[in-house]
């Protein structure tokens, strides 16, 4: 199994030389412009948080899988999860939110002794659309977890898991080897108690990451083919797919920089951005909060360690004025979220 | 003095060609894009006969283009090899089958 970049103490798990390195080198010589700029020509810097939307809570680090793009750098080693202590402070915020969305993630959210507790009383604040980000292998990793699908379904839980490919191949070289097998088992678990069938309320949207230094292509296009062949080949449904583009930022910048694709990668960025996703970046509608209960933009900004720009700064400090109109934090990372379609935890935003 | 005739930070710059001759350059561009909107074959269906293409007329640039497509759309390599064979047996099949000529000479020419 792969290891974290913590767990190989890589230079890269250090956010300030993740940052450096966006900062720096194509980006500092001029041959590429900094998202700051590239914005300021379309006038949308600076960048305005609105009203919040989607309230993404990262429930720790630790996760059973070590995949080869994951932003997080989760793994198993990854000992930073949620304490009860700022579950109930986020759970005092869920309870007064206007959010529509509640998102849970992770690592493998499932892995925080305390994942059931806070799903139960976070799922009796009646918020309209409770995701939890499952890898889908969580359910089948250990006899605990096998009863899941049923715990999801009790509390009304929209499920979204990642799935890279439609083929084992692709989806091994990501993800780790059997993985594929386990996610189309864990697949047939959700479908079984109803998770993904046409016109059932119970969601089941399926995430798609390139599996390389590529972008991803059309969504919808990718949607369909995905229905196809995994109803073909493993009479498996589902209900949509979210085309996310991978950032450059963790284990993710380390692959591209290891196979020297990191400039081209780049290029492909800015080459593809388009000022119309920079309207709907999910940063301007999204608080992302730690392990720890600290504040982000976006998940993206919390592994990068960048933190909300404004007073309110931790989970228990909370406040929607403080927040609303804050200036987001960017960097060239950025320009992942707004290339072609735009890219967001809920798909394209165009 | 570039050394190489090919550099493949010059596929970038493919939209350049019509600093030279903007109507006729858009014009290209616009049918371009047309050509590989969905029709009656899908986008899909004609990345892959796009990247057979390339390989048939050996333009190092459209097989970065369409191998980089492909892979955005899905594609797998098994599939792009598929799509190659067909490249590579039309063009094995051109030349054989002008063996037929070769073939009708001999016979009229030999006893």
């Known amino acids: 199994m792969l290891k974290s970049l913590h767990k190989r ?9 993740q940052v450096e390195i966006l900062s720096n080198g194509i980006f500092q010589s001029g041959d590429l412009p900094k998202f700051k700029d590239k914005i300021a020509e379309s006038n949308q810097f ?18 059973n899988q070590v995949c080869a793009h994951c932003h997080v750098d989760a793994g198993p080693d990854r000992k930073e ?35 059931r507790w806070f799903v ?58 059997g993985v594929f097998d386990k996610s189309i088992q864990a697949l047939k678990d ?4 109803g998770y993904g069938l046409p016109g059932s309320d119970l969601r089941l949207d399926l995430v798609y990451n390139p599996s390389g230094a590529f972008l991803p292509g059309n969504q919808m296009a990718l949607e369909k083919d995905f229905k196809k062949a995994l109803l073909d080949d493993f009479n498996i449904q589902f209900h949509n797919l979210f085309a996310i583009t991978n950032l450059p930022i963790s284990r993710f910048l380390d692959y591209l920089i290891a196979s020297e694709n990191y400039e081209d990668y780049m290029y492909s960025l800015v080459e593809a951005f ?4 920079v309207k709907n970046v999910m940063c301007t509608n999204t608080i992302s909060v730690s392990w720890d209960g600290y504040l982000y933009d976006c998940d993206f900004n919390q592994m990068l360690n960048l933190p909300v720009k404004s007073k309110a700064k931790h989970i228990s400090e909370y406040n929607s004025e403080l927040l609303e109109g804050r200036s987001i934090v960017i960097s060239q990372h950025c320009y992942g979220c707004t290339a072609g379609a735009g890219s967001s935890c809920q798909g394209s935003v165009t | 003095m570039q050394k190489t005739y090919y550099d493949p930070a010059d596929l970038r710059k493919f939209g350049k060609i019509s600093d030279w001759n903007e109507e006729l350059g858009s014009k290209f561009f616009e049918y371009y894009n047309s050509v590989f909107k969905e029709g009656s074959l899908t986008e899909r269906e004609k990345s892959l006969i796009a990247l057979a ?6 333009c190092p640039y459209c097989i970065d283009a369409y191998t980089g497509d492909g892979l955005q759309r899905g594609i797998t390599k098994e599939e792009m090899m598929e799509a190659l064979h067909v490249a590579g047996a039309i063009r094995g099949g051109a030349s054989l089958v002008h063996g037929v000529q070769m073939m009708n000479k001999v016979n009229k020419l030999d006893l």
Request: hydrophobic share 35%.
């Open chain 1, 274 to 277: 388009n000022p119309e996703a």
């Open chain 1, 120 to 177: 139960e009383e976070a799922s009796k604040a009646g918020i309209k659309d409770f995701i939890v980000r499952s890898n889908l292998t969580i359910i089948r990793a250990n006899k605990k977890y096998h009863d899941l699908p049923e715990f999801f379904k009790k509390h009304n839980v929209h499920v979204v898991s990642s799935m890279p490919h439609w083929t084992k191949g692709k989806t091994d070289k990501q993800r780790g080897n």
């Open chain 1, 190 to 193: 959700l479908n079984a108690i």
């Open chain 1, 9 to 17: 103490h890589s230079e890269l798990a250090k956010s300030k030389r």
């Open chain 1, 81 to 115: 999860i949620m304490t009860k202590e700022t579950m109930l402070q986020c759970l005092d915020v869920i309870k007064k939110t206007e959010a529509h969305t509640l998102d849970l993630t992770g690592g493998a959210p499932e892995m925080n002794p305390n994942f």
């Open chain 2, 53 to 58: 293409v390339a390989h048939t007329i050996q």
């Open chain 1, 46 to 63: 600076p960048l305005k948080a609105n009203k919040l939307e989607i309230l993404q809570i990262n429930v720790g680090y630790m996760c």
